[in-house]
């Protein structure tokens, strides 16, 4: 296992790290699954055909889900990211579905009755309304990344993850308490900025409610 490249007090090189790669994991997963859980909005074959495998992937542990990417592309950076991904993007899709499935009738029923179009009304009724729901589902997003991120430690990272499974492996309980409040801080952060947009949103859009 590679060992961290500090060597200083500073886990700042590592932070980025953790955050450029879980960053575009977390981004690449939503995108994707919020594609998905649209689909399967519409399409109760999709929906139907998804659902065992959101299941599957929820409930693997999360080490398993690291074997098939390393038999494939070994030990790297790339592994990690793919492994993220399988595991973050559950949620994305889970939840796009739901917020687009629990609109209410009677909006969808005003909008065919003024002769509004399928692609009006996707993203004109339905996804605006649906996006606090959606937003949910990019905050679960980015906790399930942050979460297979620290298993990621196992396939070769260098971020913070690496760290604490260095104190792990060295039973350094400074080293390992250290990283995982920086990432903590992290989590903190983006859970909070998510929130600040979604409320932002829910009320240009009318919808928050005090």
């Known amino acids: 296992m590679r060992r961290s490249r500090s060597s200083g007090p500073s886990i700042w090189p590592e932070a980025m790290l953790s955050i450029c790669l879980c960053g ?107 996006l606090p729901v959606m937003m949910l589902g990019l905050n679960q997003t980015i906790r399930y990344g942050i979460a297979m991120l620290i298993i990621a430690a196992l396939v070769g990272t260098n971020g913070l993850e690496q760290v604490v499974y260095m104190g792990l492996s060295d039973g350094d309980f400074g080293v390992g308490i250290i990283a995982g409040i920086g990432m903590v801080i992290i989590a903190i952060i983006t859970d909070r900025m998510t929130h600040a947009w979604s409320r932002k949103r829910q009320e240009e859009l009318g919808l928050s409610v005090e």
């Open 24 to 130: 575009i994991a977390v981004i690449i997963s939503f995108q994707a699954g919020t594609t998905i859980g649209i689909w399967a909005a519409h399409n109760d074959t999709v929906s139907a055909i998804v659902r065992p495998f959101n299941d599957t992937l929820q409930t693997m542990p999360l080490f398993v889900l690291l074997i098939p990417f390393v038999m494939v592309f070994k030990i790297g950076e790339f592994t990690a990211l793919l492994a993220i991904i399988a595991y973050a993007i559950v949620p994305a899709i889970r939840y796009a579905e739901h917020g687009l499935r629990s609109l209410p009738a009677n909006v969808i029923e005003a909008a065919t009755m003024i002769g509004a179009t399928n692609q009006q009304m996707l993203w004109q009724v339905k996804i605006p309304l649906g």
